[in-house]
């Protein structure tokens, strides 16, 4: 079955980085676009990109561009979303999404903390 | 970029009854590109609806959604204690960003 299992939570400072990984199973991992999506506490949902694990093409959310990086690594069927020069604002929970057609399966998601 | 906007922010409702939920777009897109996720407290969410019409996979058939344009709508036909929940519809598919509606929360009366 498809599974999308994401590391663990994070407590980050201002101003540090955060990766997060999702790693696929149950399915070819190149096949599908894989997206992210973040959700601050209390909050709504927030598309912030998406990766090609094919080809590594990547689009993002023109709010994130500069400061997000979306990477995969086949040979793990893994993804990674690096978000850098970290605010408070950036607390949130994280989550992968495998598209197709519309966002058919979700990773557990993993809460980034951003704290002095 | 495409908005939506999710009426009303909070529905209270009985088990048994009809949930109504409506998903506003701030400019026309094909209807082939609007999701209906479901949402539990602490868990990731859930497709429920893609396609405006077409049920997800296990999503039972007391959940319909409808819709062109920019007026989409999602339907429960007679509530269960598990559809008590936060309900977003997306658009995808379209240029970027991909945006979610702010949500709608089913809460029991």
């Known amino acids: 079955q498809v599974q999308l299992v994401q590391s663990g939570a994070e407590v980050k400072k201002p101003g540090a980085s955060v990766k997060v990984s999702c790693k696929a199973s149950g399915y070819t991992f190149t096949g599908y676009y894989m997206h992210w999506v973040r959700q601050a506490p209390g909050q709504g949902l927030e598309w912030m990109g998406w990766?090609?694990?094919?080809?590594?093409?990547?689009i993002y959310a023109q709010k994130f561009q500069g400061r997000v990086t979306m990477t995969r690594d086949t040979s793990l069927s893994t993804a990674y979303m690096e978000l850098s020069r970290l605010r408070s604002d950036d607390t949130a929970v994280y989550y992968c999404?495998?598209?197709?057609?519309?966002?058919?399966?979700w990773g557990q998601g993993t809460l980034v903390t951003v704290s002095s | 970029e495409i908005v939506l906007t999710q009426s009303p922010g909070t529905l209270s409702l009985s088990p048994g009854e009809r949930a109504t939920l409506s998903c506003r777009a701030s400019q026309s897109f094909a209807s082939s590109y609007l999701a209906w996720y479901q949402q539990k407290p602490g868990q990731a969410p859930r497709l429920v609806i893609y396609g405006a019409s077409n049920r997800a996979t296990g999503i039972p058939d007391r959940f319909s959604g409808s819709g062109s344009g920019t007026d989409f709508t999602l339907t429960i036909s007679r509530l269960e204690p598990e559809d008590f929940a936060v309900y977003y519809c997306q658009q995808y598919g379209t240029s970027p960003p991909w945006t979610f509606g702010q949500g709608t929360k089913v809460e029991i009366k």
């Open positions: 990766i090609n694990p094919n080809s590594g093409g990547t």
């Open positions: 999404a495998r598209y197709y057609g519309s966002f058919d399966y």
